[in-house]
T-cell receptor, first 115, second 113 residues
Framework: NAGVTQTPKFRILKIGQSMTLQCTQDMNHNYMYWYRQDPGMGLKLIYYSVGAGITDKGEVPNGYNVSRSTTEDFPLRLELAAPSQTSVYFC??????????????FGAGSRLTVL | DQQVKQNSPSLSVQEGRISILNCDYTNSMFDYFLWYKKYPAEGPTFLISISSIKDKNEDGRFTVFLNKSAKHLSLHIVPSQPGDSAVYFCAASARTGFQKLVFGTGTRLLVSP
């Protein structure tokens, strides 16, 4: 029972490089999310998806892109990496719905450093 | 615009005593509140939640209290154990529209033996 799997766990990028953070979940959740956590800060929502083919911006989407071609996968693309994108990135998923608390299951995180 | 605030960055407690973690919010549309626990090098894990129609929810050693008039919630851990040492995040969501979770900045709890 893997839950939410993120790869890679660590990555160092040079300014201007691009990369994709991979995220996959095996819980058949409709909702998926990407958050970033900077030191001393809470988690900020980058992008989210309520189902395959549907994505939307969160609080801090600039410099990122996402796609959701399947229920299981929600990759996050960084174009033209900048030092401000140095952070820990968390992918999460949830069953969603309008009743009850929206409980998210998180991956272990991907630590990205841009030099 | 920090809608969910955890004003104490850290808290130290002795094993066996009570830990009280606090959280304040500003958005009156929030109707669900959640606590997540995070260990180093791991993702946050869900701990306990409370709906705005309740003022208390209990799960074993963990109790969350909600004071809607003060826009304040707290997490009580009794008795505290060394394994509870972690960062605790408060989060809130509004039922209207997409249930995006808004997170606080976290409180680092250290429980010493």
């Amino acid at each position: 029972n893997a839950g939410v799997t993120q790869t890679p766990k660590f990555r160092i990028l040079k300014i201007g490089q691009s990369m994709t953070l991979q995220c996959t979940q095996d819980m058949n959740h409709n909702y998926m999310y990407w958050y970033r956590q900077d030191p001393g800060m809470g988690l900020k929502l980058i992008y989210y998806s309520v189902g395959a083919g549907i994505t939307d911006k969160g609080e801090v989407p600039n410099g990122y892109n996402v796609s959701r071609s399947t229920t299981e996968d929600f990759p996050l693309r960084l174009e033209l990496a900048a030092p401000s994108q140095t952070s820990v990135y968390f992918c999460a998923s949830s069953a969603g719905g309008r009743s009850g608390a929206n409980v998210l299951t998180f991956g272990a995180g991907s630590r990205l450093t841009v030099l | 615009d920090q809608q969910v605030k955890q004003n104490s960055p850290s808290l130290s407690v002795q094993e066996g005593r009570i830990s009280i973690l606090n959280c304040d919010y500003t958005n009156s549309m929030f109707d669900y509140f959640l606590w997540y626990k995070k260990y180093p090098a791991e993702g946050p894990t869900f701990l306990i939640s409370i709906s705005s129609i309740k003022d208390k929810n209990e799960d074993g050693r963990f109790t969350v209290f909600l004071n809607k008039s003060a826009k304040h919630l707290s997490l009580h851990i009794v008795p505290s154990q060394p394994g509870d040492s972690a960062v605790y995040f408060c989060a809130a969501s509004a039922r209207t529209g997409f249930q995006k979770l808004v997170f606080g900045t976290g409180t680092r709890l250290l429980v010493s033996p």
